[in-house]
């Protein structure tokens, strides 16, 4: 393993930047921290600024410290190492290379690399090669709503007591269902809910009713629900408040391309026969191919929460195999060119004129 080299990832972001934060200051205290530690920002939106981050990080430890001391680097928020399309850039790949070649050769003693990152390509050569030799910390919340959920609930309540504040089942189950499963936005809805009660320690449903703000992660459920039911005003009014609260429009499309991908293997699950809708409720088939394609698969459809299946299957319905295709093909090369620079179109108009092609109606054949 190669020593001083510490990796933190995952999409639970508080808890990925508070502990890799910890390490750094850890490693390099804060007075020492003008002098020896260098941050470098990875949260490239193209493919341009991945490949200065990398060669900034390559070129750290290729120089010594000011006054020949301690050197620590941390790369942080590295969203490029989770995106497939900057993941199999040429460039992206060769700098990477030598990164995990410098890494394996191993640091000097005073050397020290930190890098946290809302997840990674586990895919990429860069991954493969590095995941045995770093110290790895994975903080993901996880996908599927009943194993999130109750991670969740365990979260906030001890946040709760350790405020002294009790809160009622019903308020709880409320709170979740607003503040979503991120520690971060559960920690800061906390807070507010305790700075409105004040001396006042127990917490009930009409508190949670007037303080706690649905997440943003709610609110990206309605704007992809919004594209999939072709509702177009309502989909850009969302997403209009999805950047007015901070979201980028790199983070938007990659939930669009999420959602095509449901969408179409759903589509083409009914259209042989997999599955059919029971009312709301979706039904799969008993057949031993079924149990031998999805067992090959990283992610199981049957094992998803039924109401997320079923909304995914009743919004693909409507649609043709064919027409869902274009529509992902679409959605990839939007991504694309916004990651290749996309020229003078701002990411934004790409995304809205990509909404309103997704959001047009059927065309009619003529007679």
């Known amino acids: 393993m190669a020593d001083n080299v510490y990796f933190y990832c995952g999409n639970d972001e508080y808890l990925v930047a508070t502990n890799a934060r910890k390490k750094v200051d850890q490693i390099c205290p804060a007075e020492e921290q003008s002098l020896s530690l260098e941050v470098i920002d990875g949260s490239a939106s193209k493919v341009d600024e991945a490949i200065a981050a990398i060669d900034q990080c390559v070129a750290a430890f290729r120089t010594v410290g000011l006054f020949g001391g301690r050197k620590v680097v941390w790369l942080r928020d590295a969203g490029f190492l989770k995106n497939q399309v900057m993941m199999k850039n040429a460039d992206v790949k060769r700098l990477l290379a030598e990164l995990s070649n410098d890494l394996k050769a191993g640091l000097s003693p005073d050397q020290f690399l930190i890098v946290s990152a809302p997840g990674i390509y586990k895919v990429s050569g860069f991954y493969k090669a590095i995941k045995d030799i770093v110290e790895f910390e994975e903080y993901d919340i996880p996908e599927r709503d009943y194993e999130a959920r109750p991670v969740a609930l365990k979260r906030a309540k001890s946040l709760f007591k350790r405020e002294g504040y009790s809160i009622d089942s019903d308020a709880m189950d409320l709170f979740i269902d607003r503040a979503g499963f991120e520690t971060r936005q559960i ?7 305790v700075l409105y009660k004040g001396e006042d320690k127990n917490i009930v449903l009409q508190d949670v009713q007037l303080m706690t703000a649905a997440s943003h992660e709610a609110v990206a459920w309605d704007f992809t629900d919004a594209i999939a039911e072709r509702k177009l005003g309502e989909a850009i009014r969302i997403f209009r408040q999805l950047l007015f609260q901070k979201q980028t429009a790199i983070g938007l499309i990659i939930q669009i391309e999420n959602l095509f991908q449901n ?34 698969m990283p992610d199981d459809p049957r094992k998803m929460h039924w109401f997320r299946a079923s909304k995914f299957a009743n919004q693909a319905a409507p649609y043709t195999v064919a027409r869902l295709a274009a529509s992902k093909r679409l959605v990839v090369d939007t991504h694309e060119k916004m990651l ?12 809205e004129t990509l909404l309103a092609k997704l959001c047009a109606p059927p065309r009619r054949r003529r007679a």
């Open 263 to 296: 969408l179409l293997r759903f589509r083409e699950y009914m259209e042989i026969g997999w599955l059919r809708m029971n009312g709301n409720r979706i039904q799969w088939a008993n057949d031993p191919e079924i149990d031998d394609y999805f067992a090959a």
């Open 340 to 351: 290749s620079g996309g020229g003078a179109v701002s990411h934004e108009l790409m995304l």
């Open 187 to 193: 920690m800061n809805e906390v807070e507010k809910l």
